[in-house]
C-alpha cells in the first residue's frame, strides 16, 4: 500500500465484479467498511443467481451499508460460450434468501459492466486491483475488448477453483466451472493474478461462535449477517454435510486490508475447459511438475482467528455507523 502525504497509507482502489450471494453480501460489507481499501464500483454477473437477481442483491446491500455512493453496474448474463450455471440451490430463489433487507436506494448504471471497469480504471489515480468473487466472465471480456491500459491493472484476485477438491462437481469448484474460458483468459493474461480458491476458503467457517457475534451486535447489519450464515450454513449442512459454511467472498477483500492473514505459494495454475468429468477444475502445480513459468499466487493457509475479528469488527463498526 503506498502512503498519503503525511506517512498515511493510501487505501486501494479496487473494483468488486460478485454475484452476490451470501458470502458477496459480506464481502462487499467488509469493502464498504474498511479505510484501507476505496470500493471505486461494483459490477454484477450471473452465478449464485441470475444476473438481474445478483444486481438487485448488489443494490440492497449497499444500500443497507449506506454506501449508496457507490456504482453498481450490470454484467454478464451468461458464460463466454453461451449458458449460465446458477447457484441458487445454495443461495436460495432470490440468491440472497433469508432476512428482508431495505429496497434499493439508488438504481444501477446505464454503462455495462465491462464499460464502468474499463471507465473507473482509466480515470483512476493509481492502478486498481480487481477483485471477483463469482464467474470470472466481466473481467475477461475487459481484456478481450482491449480498451483499458494494463499498466492500469495491479491485479486481479479471484475467489474461485481449489487446489484439490471442488463443490460444484466433485473436482470443480462453483465460479471456475461456470465459465472456465473466462478464467483460462485470465490466467494466461500475463496480469498479475492471485487466486484464492476452496482449499482456502474452507478454513474460513462461520461456526457458531462467530455466528453468535454476529447475532450480539447491537445494530440491524450484524443481526442481518447472522441471519444470512444462518441460511447459508443450513444450504452447506444440507448438501455438503458441513457443521458451519465456509465464507468464501470476504477472503479476497480481508487480505488487500491485512496482507498477512494469507499464506501464498506462487505455482503454474490452469483450468480445465474440455473434460467429460473435469470441466472447470483448476489444475495447481504445486510440484513443479509441467515446468511451466508460474501464472498465479495461490492462497494456501489462512490465519481464521485474524481473519474473523477483522470482519466482525469491520461490520461492527460499519453498522454503528450507520
Do not use: K
Amino acid at each position: 500500500m503506498s502512503e498519503q502525504p503525511g506517512g498515511r497509507p493510501r487505501p486501494i482502489p479496487i473494483i468488486l465484479d460478485c454475484d452476490p450471494g451470501h458470502d458477496d453480501a459480506i464481502a462487499i460489507l467488509l469493502a464498504a467498511a474498511s479505510p484501507a481499501v476505496d470500493l471505486r464500483a461494483v459490477t454484477t454477473t450471473f452465478g449464485n443467481c441470475s444476473m438481474e437477481d445478483a444486481t438487485r442483491n448488489a443494490l440492497r446491500v449497499l444500500t443497507l451499508a449506506g454506501a449508496t455512493d457507490i456504482p453498481v453496474a450490470r454484467g454478464a448474463e451468461t458464460s463466454l460460450r453461451g449458458d449460465a450455471e446458477l447457484g441458487n440451490y445454495v443461495h436460495g430463489r432470490s440468491g440472497l434468501d433469508g432476512p428482508d433487507l431495505p429496497e434499493p436506494a439508488f438504481g444501477a448504471s446505464d454503462l455495462a459492466a465491462a464499460e464502468l471497469i474499463e471507465r473507473v480504471v482509466g480515470a483512476s489515480d493509481a492502478p486498481v486491483t480487481l477483485v471477483a468473487t463469482g464467474p470470472i466472465t466481466n473481467i475477461a471480456t475487459v481484456l478481450e475488448r482491449g480498451r483499458v491500459d494494463r499498466a492500469r491493472i495491479a491485479e486481479i484476485l479471484f475467489m474461485g477453483g481449489s487446489v484439490d477438491r471442488g463443490n460444484h462437481t466433485p473436482t470443480a469448484e462453483f465460479n471456475a466451472f461456470a465459465d472456465p474460458e473466462a478464467l483460462a483468459a485470465v490466467l494466461g493474461s500475463g496480469l498479475p493474478v492471485r487466486m484464492v480458491g476452496l482449499n482456502l476458503t474452507h478454513q474460513a467457517l462461520a461456526t457458531p461462535a462467530v455466528v453468535d457475534r454476529m447475532r450480539a451486535m447491537d445494530h440491524r447489519v450484524g443481526r442481518i449477517a447472522a441471519e444470512w450464515m444462518g441460511f447459508f450454513g443450513s444450504s452447506y449442512r444440507a448438501i455438503w454435510a458441513f457443521d458451519s459454511p465456509p465464507v468464501h467472498d470476504p477472503c479476497t477483500i480481508a487480505v488487500l486490508i491485512s496482507p498477512e492473514l494469507i499464506r501464498w505459494r506462487r505455482c503454474f495454475v490452469a483450468v480445465e475447459t474440455a473434460g467429460e468429468w473435469t470441466r472447470g477444475t483448476t489444475v495447481v502445480d504445486l510440484h513443479d511438475r509441467y515446468r511451466r513459468v508460474p501464472n498465479a499466487e495461490v492462497a494456501m493457509e489462512l490465519d481464521a482467528d485474524g481473519y474473523w475479528d477483522l470482519v466482525l469488527e469491520s461490520i461492527d463498526r460499519l453498522g454503528r455507523g450507520r
